[in-house]
């Protein structure tokens, strides 16, 4: 069998060189299992101070600390925590405490060491080949393997089962050969994630016992025991893995460390991970600009719902709510620049209430509330805004943009109404500037200034210095301010 050819990493590093196992032993390559792996390159990490789990945000004091520990520790880990609080992105992270590269045995569907095969195939080839053993390399990213627990999920899928093509190439039932290997053994010597591991039935769980405890696999009735090096995470939620008892007791034994995760304890990492989440500059294949004080609105509303005793706890609110949001409102903005023909789309106050409808489904609501969840969520969308003016204008001097409505003017806005109409319709702004400035906006185009107004506009209704009348009842963002 030849060896694959050499391929670059993603990060442009081209594979080692070695192609057999003599070159690999004269190259000084040293064999290491795989949690021993990540405890050297995560010590070496904490001592350069290069970051360990990049993209992570918000857990740097509470949640990443009890990681570290546990897998210098060396343990297998269950993550528990609500929906959208990202323990898989934090599990897929783990993959960068590989190394870069590692040599297998060609072909093996186990990824074994050339220098200790387990698999009766790699064990044959190396007493036959010696030092002429083929080896390829395999890249991280390839050694990281991961599976939705499900209730169709079979001892199959993740151990292995007698394969019927082999069988029918004229091997025979007892030869081990004869074995297709699931998903934890194809894992081996790497990182394996069962995600919701509740969700797997009880007789299920119970093959990933010897996993565990054993570290190796056996298929049906076959004479095979495959020792396995495997870094083994679950996921799970609080609810189901504590009070429905859905995992069984010797499985949760066998976990060395259980980490809880949470959502974003401040604000400001609130707000950082809906702006990692979604590049604002092209949101979604979306040109259209998010400014910041409608992002913190949006971080704002996410928070508020959470904490609502209106909302089921239990359930969560996941931070892809957020993440549509602002999605939602930077659609809004790309619509009226299509329809209205603006140059450059900026999101406004006027497409926050779509927001509503499109994330009513993500919410779930106590049973006392049914028929009021459309109102409760426009309740706390307005609390968000008008806390987000607090901090941004709520100390500035709005009296240019107060006085024009002393004399009986009124300013009508709405989702169709382009950005230099809605600048004709105010006129010209005293201090407009300042305002823009204390909002974060360094630019001067007029989606910006509109953004601006509008939001200030809104501030000094919600404030109770204006009036606001929507135009016949209508809740989509089309409204008349006055005194």
Known sequence: MRPSTPRESSSGESAPREATLGALRAGGHVRLPVKAEIRRNLLDRLRSGEPRFPGILGFDETVLPHLERALLAGHDLVLLGERGQGKTRLIRTLVGLLD????????????????????VRCSRLAGELGDELPVEW??????????????????????????????????????????????????????????????????????????????????????LRLPLDVLLVASANPEDYTNRGRIITPLKDRFGAEIRTHYPLELDAELALIRQEADFADLAGLPAEVPDHMIE??????????ESTAVDARSGVSARFALAGAETVAAGAVRRAALTGEEHAVARVCDLPAVVPSLMGKVEFEVSEEGREQEVLEHLLRRAVAETYRRTLGAADLTGLL????????????????????????????????????????????????????????????TRRLSKDLAGGRSDGTATYRT
């Open 100 to 119: 870069e590269w590692t040599p297998v045995v060609a072909g093996c569907e186990i990824n074994d060491h050339p220098y200790a095969p387990v698999c």
């Open 138 to 223: 395999r890249h991280r990213d390839d050694r990281y393997g991961e599976k939705l627990a499900t209730p169709d999920t079979s001892v199959g899928d993740l151990i292995g089962d007698v394969d019927p093509i082999k069988v029918a190439e004229g091997r025979t039932l007892g030869d081990p050969e004869t074995v297709h290997f699931g998903l934890v053994p194809r894992t081996n010597r790497g990182i394996f994630s069962i995600n919701e591991l509740p969700d797997l039935a009880e007789r299920i769980q119970v093959a990933l016992l010897n996993v565990l405890e054993e570290r190796d696999v056996q298929v049906r009735g076959y004479a």
């Open 297 to 306: 609105i949006i971080g704002r509303f996410t928070r508020l719902v959470r």
């Open 403 to 462: 006085d024009k409505f002393d004399s009986g003017q009124s300013v009508e806005s709405g989702e169709l109404v382009p950005a230099r109409e809605l600048l004709r319709r105010t006129g010209q702004v005293p201090g407009l500037a300042k305002i823009m400035e204390r909002l974060g906006m360094s630019g001067e185009s007029p989606g910006q200034a509109a953004a601006a107004i509008e939001f200030a506009l809104e501030g000094l209704f919600l």
